[in-house]
């Protein structure tokens, strides 16, 4: 090592993208920093669910699921609509598995019951992997191995700008009374969704649309940090006005991005617009393009007695469509109870003669069991007959992720404006702009972190690790 650095390289945030770059800098050689400015690792991915998306794993294959790299980057492709930087999206692609595999090795275990299918795949490709222990059990056997390695982590420490030296190189941190040197520098500091001035000024569309709905579910020190020392030192933003956003009701502020699959949404002119029970990030994006960015939730009295909460969901999601509650909350006027269509849709300020027409058509579709305009399973469709009938306002605005970051390549290494290499610096996680133009399934945030958090460790200690 260049004995004017401290360390050859210096990680910045201890979540999933944080550790795997430690774990794979210190596995390269590297000696290795990890500084977090919680009083505790785990960022956002302590707080997740631990599911991970990857393509063409063994795990697949014992579930019978026929599935390869090739297949989940066309699916990919297809969604983000050739959006999204091919070159990051085939790395991801093609390391998923890998990713997968590198877990189990460390003594990572997944739940082989509660592999799924978490975005618009075709029927039966089930590409997202539960870890058993959930986020924070990802995080734990992180930590472990990257103690093992003589990783040196360091909470309760804020890193709030970027030392560079010769040619540019960033070879360093600096905080409010220190400055550490290394190598190299790798920035997986989480995103900015605690930070409202930078999601209006990074997201500004879901700002508008959620209004005080809006509310973060991820890390409290999400707040841009990584951003705002990368444009410090050059490094270019991109991904503007991306992330994820969950619908919500309002009633709690929970993690409850799924909804039942038995709702009708109806946009304020009385129509449907959407398959309800898509994945929550693309209804969500369906949402956004109605009238007033916001939709209605409507059912009736046989659906609200029949309301209770979803096992597949149990310990992964909060839970309030059930009967008593929405009950509970239509007492209080918090949800809209009437006794006729018309009245519903007079209170909720909906078209009476649409939303008339809408559930006349809806009802023959369930009576015959086949939804003609978006293709509800028949197990998802229940008619809207029986009084009182009910409507609660949806809007997309639990923001789940941030996806505007440090531009990077392949490589994770950030790029300054001109897509030029910023040397010695790597960005990872919600940090880099890596994400696509939509979430393309259950898991997917997890698995970019780790797999370009992997790549930039090893890529930081290569730079400056002398063999």
Known sequence: MDQQHDY??????????????????????????????????????????????AA???????????????AMFAYSSALSQNRQDA?????????????????????GRFDHQRLYQGGAEPPGVRRSHRFEGRGEGLIELLERHASERSVEIVCSTRVVGLVKGEAGRVCGVRGEDYEVKAGAVVLACGGFGNNMDLVKEFYPEVAAAAGDWLWYIGNEFSMGDGLNMAKEVGAAIGNHNRGLIGLTHGFIRGNELFHPDWLVFVNRSGRRFVR????????????????????????????????????????????SWTADNIAILADE???IRAQSLEELAGRAGIDGAVLASTVESYNSDCDAGTDTRYGKS????????TPPFYAAEIRPAILAGTFTGVRIDREA?????????????????????????????????IANALVFGRVAGRNAANSTVKH
């Open 378 to 385: 028949p197990g998802e469709l229940r008619p809207l007959r």
């Open 276 to 319: 309800e029970f898509s994945p929550y990030g693309l209804v969500a994006r369906s949402v956004m393009d109605q009238p007033g960015k916001t939709c209605f939730a409507i059912f009736d009295e046989t659906s609200r007695k029949a309301a209770a909460a979803n096992k597949m969901y149990a310990g992964l999601m909060d839970q």
């Open 87 to 107: 070159s990051l999206l085939r790395r991801f692609c093609d390391d998923s598995a890998p990713l997968i595999q590198w877990l189990q090795a460390l003594g």
């Open 333 to 335: 006027g918090r949800i």
């Open 56 to 70: 063409g794993t063994e795990i697949q294959k014992e579930g019978g699921v026929v599935d390869t790299a090739d």
């Open 8 to 53: 050859d390289v210096i990680v910045v945030g201890a979540g999933a993208a944080g550790f795997s770059a430690a774990i794979e800098a210190a596995t390269a050689g590297a000696k290795v920093l990890l500084l977090e400015c919680g009083k505790r690792v785990g960022g956002s991915t302590a707080l997740s669910s631990g599911v991970i998306y």
């Open 413 to 445: 290494q950030a790029l300054d404006s001109s897509d030029r290499p910023i040397p010695g610096l790597y960005a990872a996680g919600e940090t880099a702009a890596s994400m696509g133009e939509l979430y393309i399934g259950g898991g997917n945030a």
